[in-house]
């Protein structure tokens, strides 16, 4: 990191910092934050790689040693001051005062996270280092890839592992660091497959080789053609890494002897020299190059991520504000916040049944489909109407013949009159009541989405009044529809005002005026009685077609409404049931008090952002 320039370490801290510190406030539950994701096989020498870069020894061994997503934040401090780490995991932290305990730590927060053996789990694990030995960055390990289960090993163990690696490396914010061993055929490694599928086109994936001093001598130039691009291109490139082995680590080399050691072997292999030189090859130059990486992906990420946290931070609230605010704590405050809820909720029940603006924002369309129900009321009584008239004359004749006394011919028999009418009438009796059921349900429906919206999370409340609704909806119903029944039965009265039967028949009378007549006297008698039926059943059809849609509207929304905020607020009365009648649902409760921490936490990272902004409003980014 000594080539670094000023400039440099003073903008990468910061940037560390703060995706450091928006990790640490729990932002990445809502959002996903800039990070790079460390993912290999089992056995490439991911291990080796994170230890050489932090200075400290990790899990290690045969099978599954990386159990749950490593957080690993490395901070550089000045030579001098004193190494000093920490873990943190669930609402659990505690110092590490040696880096030769960090492994022990480690090893415990694994057995209490995903339990003692070979489980694992998706909860994040931090480990602060800060030392003068490491680089400013962050990596977050990842479980290596297994293909075939061990003793004590689920069966399908392999998918777990690559499920947990796919939740992390499938974020376009995060840069996919795939370590692969020198010996082996890139091409056919698990870790690269699963980037590839991720990232097509390469353009977040960076490519770290190990082992080198393991590759088959004359297959050196296929290595030195993966780190100059050649073979599978990456947009990030790749960088080579030699760490301390198995028996180095047996011999307890330290890792800055291993440091040596490397720059050794890089600069004297006649092969491997020249990537040395170029940048390519080296721990001290991985870091640097992670670092750069880190911190350009940081810079382009922030302006998206401030959007996000705006957008992220309406959606919330605008969900908090749809829970309401929940019943208080205080004895004292109850009552007053039981009455409140049901008063709004009862106003809101008579805005409804008036067709106005709701208070608690629901959108009724209620006035609007009754409107399409009574126009289809309206619809089928002209239909029964246009019936009628296709049939009058056979079944004039018919009752003339049934009903006609000592009348004689082209007088109008009032009793035929009056029986068709009668009959025609009728028919629209179970008509209209069906309508009145229709009408009541779909009330009913909107009257239960508008308890589910203003009492929501109070469910003993909910409960009490969706059974106050269904009363009173059965009441009313039974009122309509006796109603309804007594208006057919006064429908069965042949009566309307003169003027206005008069006014009907001369109409009708005048508009068939200029038609021709070469009927008999028994076929004109006919006509004019059709003439009569027809103007008496527009008449009595526009009574009905007003009246039925009248008394539905008054019974099932008026009446009700107002009957519901009576009983409602008659309910509150015996206090003994207001204990029950506040109790709030759990999930609801639990949900709210989600949604106040995602708000808290959003809030504070907006902060930060702005802060962050305002210190670095002359930044250019780095280049990589």
Same mark, same amino acid.
């Not at 001051?81 to 995991?89: A, L, V």
């Not at 400013?136 to 163990?157: E, F, S, Y």
């Given at each position: ?28 539950? /809502?959002?996903?934050?800039? %990070? &790079?994701? =460390?993912?290999? /096989? ?9 230890? %050489? ?24 401090? #000045? ?24 492994? *022990? ?21 931090? $480990? ?24 004590? *090993? ?25 370590? =692969? ?19 097509? +086109? ?5 490519? &770290? ?6 590759? /088959?001598?004359?297959? +050196? ?23 301390? @082995?198995?028996? +180095? ?48 992906? &940081? ?8 959007? *996000? ?6 959606? #919330? ?6 829970? @309401?605010? @929940? ?15 049901? !008063?709004?909720? #009862? ?57 006609? @006394? ?12 009056? %029986?068709?009418? *009668? ?25 239960? %989405?508008?308890?589910?919206?203003? $009492? ?16 009173? #909806? ?73 009246? =039925? ?17 009576? +009983? ?51 930044? !250019?980014?780095?280049?990589?």
């Amino acid at each position: 990191m000594n080539s670094l320039n000023q400039q440099y370490e003073e903008k990468v801290r910061p940037c560390i910092d703060l995706i450091d510190s928006l990790r640490s406030l729990g932002v990445e539950k /809502d959002l996903a934050l800039p %990070a &790079i994701a =460390v993912i290999g /096989d089992q056995s490439s020498g991911k291990s080796s790689v994170l230890e %050489a870069l932090s200075g400290v020894a990790l899990p290690r061994g045969s099978g599954i040693v990386t159990r749950c997503p490593l957080e690993l934040k490395m901070k550089k401090i #000045t030579k001098g001051q004193k190494w000093n780490g920490k873990i943190h995991y669930r609402d659990f932290a505690e110092e590490i005062q040696e880096p030769a305990n960090v492994e *022990q730590n480690i090893c415990q927060a694994q057995d209490k996270m995903a339990g003692v053996g070979v489980g694992i789990s998706d909860e994040l694990i931090s $480990l602060e280092i800060a030392s003068p030995n490491v680089p400013d960055l962050t990596l977050i390990d990842l479980p290596g890839i297994t293909r075939v289960a061990v003793k004590g *090993q689920p069966a399908n163990i392999g998918e777990q592992i690559k499920k947990l690696i796919w939740k992390f490396i499938g974020k376009q914010e995060t840069i996919n660091l795939v370590v =692969v061993p020198c010996n082996v055929d890139i091409a056919t490694t698990e870790a690269l497959k699963m980037a590839q599928e991720v990232d097509p +086109e390469g353009e977040r994936t960076l490519g &770290i080789l190990t082992k080198p001093d393991l590759v /088959d001598k004359g297959t +050196e130039e296929t290595v030195v053609d993966i780190i100059n691009n050649k073979a599978i291109p990456l947009k990030k490139g790749y960088m080579i890494v030699r760490c301390r @082995g198995q028996k +180095e680590i047996t011999k307890k080399v330290s890792l800055t002897t291993a440091l040596e050691k490397e720059r050794n072997f890089f600069q004297e292999h006649s092969h491997f020299q020249t990537l040395y030189y170029d940048g390519h090859a080296s721990v001290p130059k991985l870091a640097e190059k992670l670092t750069l990486e880190l911190v350009h992906h &940081i810079q382009k990420s922030l302006p998206h991520l401030e959007e *996000q946290i705006e957008t992220k931070l309406k959606q #919330t609230q605008s969900k908090l504000d749809n829970l @309401g605010c @929940g019943p208080p704590s205080e004895p004292s405050e109850k009552l007053g916040f039981l009455i409140d809820k049901v !008063t709004s909720f #009862t106003q809101d029940a008579v805005y409804l049944s008036k067709g106005e603006d709701l208070r608690c924002g629901y959108k009724s369309k209620i006035f609007s489909v009754l409107r399409q129900r009574f126009a289809s009321w309206n619809l089928l009584i002209e239909d029964s109407g246009t019936t009628f008239s296709w049939n009058i004359e056979k079944e004039v004749a018919q009752y003339d013949r049934k009903y006609r @006394g000592k009348e004689l011919p082209g007088f109008i028999n009032y009793k035929t009159f009056e %029986a068709m009418v *009668q009959e025609q009438v009728k028919q629209l009796e179970e008509p209209a009541v069906l309508k009145l059921k229709e009408v009541s349900e779909l009330a009913k429906k909107e009257f239960f %989405a508008l308890i589910q919206r203003s $009492l929501v999370g109070l469910p003993n409340l909910m409960r009490a009044a969706k059974l106050k609704t269904e009363a009173i #909806t059965n009441e009313k119903e039974a009122l309509a529809e006796s109603m309804l029944r007594t208006q057919f039965k006064m429908e069965m009265i042949v009566y309307t005002q003169d003027c206005r039967y008069s006014k009907k028949l001369g109409k009708r009378k005048k508009s068939e005026v200029n038609f021709p007549n070469n009927t008999s006297d028994i076929g004109a008698s006919l006509k004019e009685m059709a003439k009569h039926l027809k103007s008496y059943y527009q008449i009595a059809g526009q009574r009905l077609a007003d009246q =039925v849609p009248l008394v539905i509207h008054y019974q099932m929304l008026q009446e009700f409404a107002i009957q519901l905020q009576r +009983e409602m607020l008659q309910m509150l009365q015996d206090k003994k049931k207001m204990e029950s009648l506040l109790q709030e649902d759990h999930t609801i409760k639990e949900n709210r008090v989600h949604l106040h921490n995602c708000i808290k936490r959003l809030s504070k990272a907006r902060m930060l952002l702005s802060e962050f902004s305002m210190s670095m409003y002359d930044f !250019t980014p780095m280049q990589v």
